[in-house]
Protein backbone atom coordinates (compact mmCIF):
# COMPACT_ATOMS: atom_id res chain seq x y z
CA UNK A 1 0.00 0.00 0.00
CA UNK A 2 0.80 3.42 -0.98
CA UNK A 3 -0.25 6.47 0.94
CA UNK A 4 0.86 9.96 -0.68
CA UNK A 5 0.45 13.22 1.81
CA UNK A 6 0.73 16.40 0.35
CA UNK A 7 1.37 19.95 2.05
CA UNK A 8 2.24 23.57 1.00
CA UNK A 9 -0.38 24.91 -0.18
CA UNK A 10 -2.09 28.01 0.82
CA UNK A 11 -3.34 31.62 0.13
CA UNK A 12 -0.77 33.69 -1.75
CA UNK A 13 -1.27 36.96 -3.96
CA UNK A 14 -0.69 36.77 -7.74
CA UNK A 15 2.74 36.93 -8.65
CA UNK A 16 3.86 35.25 -5.12
CA UNK A 17 5.25 31.65 -4.64
CA UNK A 18 4.50 28.52 -2.79
CA UNK A 19 6.26 24.87 -2.65
CA UNK A 20 3.97 22.22 -2.37
CA UNK A 21 5.79 18.62 -1.02
CA UNK A 22 4.53 15.59 -1.56
CA UNK A 23 5.98 12.62 1.01
CA UNK A 24 5.10 9.21 -0.27
CA UNK A 25 5.17 6.39 2.11
CA UNK A 26 5.79 2.72 1.10
CA UNK A 27 8.47 0.97 -0.78
CA UNK A 28 10.54 1.57 -3.76
CA UNK A 29 9.57 5.64 -4.20
CA UNK A 30 12.55 6.18 -6.94
CA UNK A 31 11.05 3.37 -8.97
CA UNK A 32 8.18 5.66 -9.82
CA UNK A 33 7.24 8.37 -11.65
CA UNK A 34 4.99 10.93 -10.55
CA UNK A 35 3.03 14.00 -11.34
CA UNK A 36 0.93 16.82 -10.54
CA UNK A 37 -2.46 17.30 -11.75
CA UNK A 38 -4.95 20.05 -10.35
CA UNK A 39 -8.51 21.07 -10.15
CA UNK A 40 -9.96 24.16 -10.08
CA UNK A 41 -13.98 24.34 -8.76
CA UNK A 42 -15.95 23.51 -11.73
CA UNK A 43 -13.47 22.42 -13.95
CA UNK A 44 -11.67 19.35 -14.93
CA UNK A 45 -8.68 17.79 -13.53
CA UNK A 46 -5.51 18.98 -15.33
CA UNK A 47 -1.79 17.72 -15.77
CA UNK A 48 0.70 20.31 -14.31
CA UNK A 49 3.81 17.74 -14.53
CA UNK A 50 5.51 14.56 -14.49
CA UNK A 51 8.71 13.62 -13.52
CA UNK A 52 10.79 10.22 -14.02
CA UNK A 53 11.49 8.03 -11.01
CA UNK A 54 15.35 9.61 -11.38
CA UNK A 55 14.08 13.01 -12.00
CA UNK A 56 16.03 13.09 -15.52
CA UNK A 57 12.89 13.52 -17.31
CA UNK A 58 10.26 16.21 -16.86
CA UNK A 59 7.51 17.31 -18.66
CA UNK A 60 5.30 20.20 -18.14
CA UNK A 61 2.20 21.23 -19.03
CA UNK A 62 2.48 24.67 -21.81
CA UNK A 63 0.48 26.92 -19.02
CA UNK A 64 2.85 26.09 -16.42
CA UNK A 65 6.38 25.95 -17.82
CA UNK A 66 8.68 28.73 -16.88
CA UNK A 67 7.17 29.18 -13.96
CA UNK A 68 6.98 25.69 -11.58
CA UNK A 69 9.59 23.24 -11.29
CA UNK A 70 9.78 19.85 -10.25
CA UNK A 71 11.97 18.38 -8.47
CA UNK A 72 12.26 15.04 -5.78
CA UNK A 73 14.19 13.93 -3.24
CA UNK A 74 14.72 10.01 -3.09
CA UNK A 75 16.36 9.71 0.09
CA UNK A 76 13.34 11.52 1.77
CA UNK A 77 10.98 9.76 -0.42
CA UNK A 78 9.20 13.54 -1.21
CA UNK A 79 8.48 14.74 -4.53
CA UNK A 80 8.67 19.19 -4.90
CA UNK A 81 6.03 21.36 -6.73
CA UNK A 82 8.21 24.95 -6.44
CA UNK A 83 5.35 27.31 -7.94
CA UNK A 84 6.74 30.86 -8.82
CA UNK A 85 4.60 33.90 -10.43
CA UNK A 86 1.88 32.25 -9.40
CA UNK A 87 -1.41 33.95 -11.16
CA UNK A 88 -5.03 33.72 -10.23
CA UNK A 89 -5.88 31.24 -12.86
CA UNK A 90 -3.41 28.98 -10.85
CA UNK A 91 -6.28 28.63 -8.14
CA UNK A 92 -6.99 24.91 -7.76
CA UNK A 93 -6.76 21.72 -5.59
CA UNK A 94 -3.31 19.85 -6.15
CA UNK A 95 -2.78 16.56 -5.90
CA UNK A 96 0.42 14.45 -6.56
CA UNK A 97 -0.01 11.02 -7.62
CA UNK A 98 1.89 7.77 -8.68
CA UNK A 99 2.63 6.88 -11.96
CA UNK A 100 2.37 3.38 -13.18
CA UNK A 101 2.38 3.42 -17.10
CA UNK A 102 0.89 5.06 -20.29
CA UNK A 103 0.41 8.52 -21.36
CA UNK A 104 1.67 10.35 -18.47
CA UNK A 105 -0.73 13.45 -19.02
CA UNK A 106 -3.70 11.10 -18.53
CA UNK A 107 -4.86 10.91 -14.80
CA UNK A 108 -5.45 6.95 -15.53
CA UNK A 109 -1.79 6.46 -15.83
CA UNK A 110 -1.79 7.17 -12.19
CA UNK A 111 -2.39 4.46 -9.35
CA UNK A 112 -2.14 6.43 -6.19
CA UNK A 113 -3.67 9.80 -5.13
CA UNK A 114 -2.74 12.06 -2.33
CA UNK A 115 -5.54 13.84 -0.49
CA UNK A 116 -4.98 16.60 -2.24
CA UNK A 117 -3.71 20.33 -1.21
CA UNK A 118 -5.44 23.63 -1.78
CA UNK A 119 -3.67 26.50 -3.27
CA UNK A 120 -5.60 30.28 -3.55
CA UNK A 121 -4.05 33.03 -5.58
CA UNK A 122 -5.74 36.59 -4.82
CA UNK A 123 -5.79 39.21 -7.12
Do not use: H
Not at 2 to 27: D, I, N, T, W
Amino acid sequence: QVQLVESGGGLVQAGGSLRLSCVAFGRTFSSYGMGWFRQAPGKEREFVVFISGSGGRTYYADSVKGRFTISRDNAKNTVYLQMNSLKVEDTAVYYCARYYGGTYYYGSSYDYWGQGTQVTVSS
